[in-house]
């Protein structure tokens, strides 16, 4: 299987995989939850399943105590009800309206965040992220930096990088189209996710690039290309039966851990099977796209 000599053709399918996320992040952005923006959010429990009368009763409360509705959905029977900041009092008199106007309703798991506690945790994930990839550079750029020429520890520690970059990419991507066409929010769990597949994706990308300089010793007169061609199908079997196995558990959790996690493991599942693209199909193709630019540079 030659890998290294399609890879223009993986590297194309990468392509078509990042562009339209990154149409949509940059027309429509992110749907971002309140833990980003600052809002207020609660749920409307019933003793049966709502629809859409009950949905109307509580935009009539809302809309009688002037509040603005940012969205309200229904599930079984809960209304997850998300708003403008409510202040406790408002809050207080909003539980009474329920109790009294609505029959069988009772508001629970109310939480309200504020506008500047919003934009400090959007900074604070960029900068996890932003730190976390600058960090991986630097460990695998130290921990390679005695691997065998015509490769270098700087090449390896870029390469794995730009795999990760594709892998937020497409898990960012994603979530801008759910977020436009199904309303999907992100929150701070979704950082979580982010940084659990950059985690994922790293680990991948070493086995591969641990292997490549191993073999860079035992086959010194042998061509990169076909040096990292073999190591990425010795580790392939591994590769994928890793994620294989992390897969089956997420999509578990999926289909049985509640809908508080849903998106949760969706972006897991996504970031998971792009990390173990990446690091097959890109990680590696960069280090020869890397090797075959000094190579023309130094003729």
Do not use: C
């Amino acid at each position: 299987m030659d890998i290294i000599g399609k890879k223009k053709f993986y590297f194309l399918i990468s392509f078509i995989l990042v562009v339209p996320g990154l149409i949509s992040l940059f027309l429509y952005g992110l749907n971002l939850s309140i833990d980003f923006t600052g809002g207020s959010r609660f749920s409307v429990k019933f003793e049966k399943n709502v629809g859409d009368r009950e949905e109307e009763e509580a935009r009539e409360i809302l809309n009688k105590e002037k509040i603005k509705i940012s969205s309200i959905e229904q599930s079984k029977n809960l209304l997850f009800v998300r708003t403008e900041p409510i202040p406790q009092e408002k809050g207080e008199k909003l539980r009474q309206d329920f109790a009294t106007f609505v029959k069988d309703a009772k508001i629970e798991q109310f939480e309200t965040i504020g506008p500047t506690i919003g934009e400090e945790t959007t900074l604070n994930a960029v900068k996890a992220v932003v730190i976390a990839s600058a960090l991986v550079v630097l460990y695998i750029t130290y921990v390679f930096r005695k691997v065998p020429k015509p490769a270098s520890s700087l090449s390896f520690g870029i390469s794995t990088v730009i795999a990760l970059i594709h892998d937020i990419l497409v898990v960012l991507g994603v979530f801008s189209l759910l977020g436009h066409f199904s309303g999907i929010e992100i929150d701070g769990l979704f950082v979580t996710a982010v940084l659990t597949v950059i985690g994922f994706s790293v680990h991948d990308t070493i086995v591969v690039f641990d292997r490549i300089r191993e073999n860079l010793v035992k086959s010194e007169n042998a061509p990169f290309e076909k040096v990292v061609n073999d190591s990425i199908l010795q580790t392939l079997n591994r590769s994928i039966n890793t994620s294989l196995t992390v897969i089956l558990v997420l999509l578990a959790l999926l289909l049985f851990g509640g809908e508080s996690i849903k998106w949760f493991v969706v972006a897991l599942l996504i970031g998971i099977a792009s990390g173990t693209y990446s690091s097959i199909f890109n990680a590696s193709p960069i280090l020869v796209v890397w090797n075959e630019f000094v190579r023309k540079r130094k003729k």
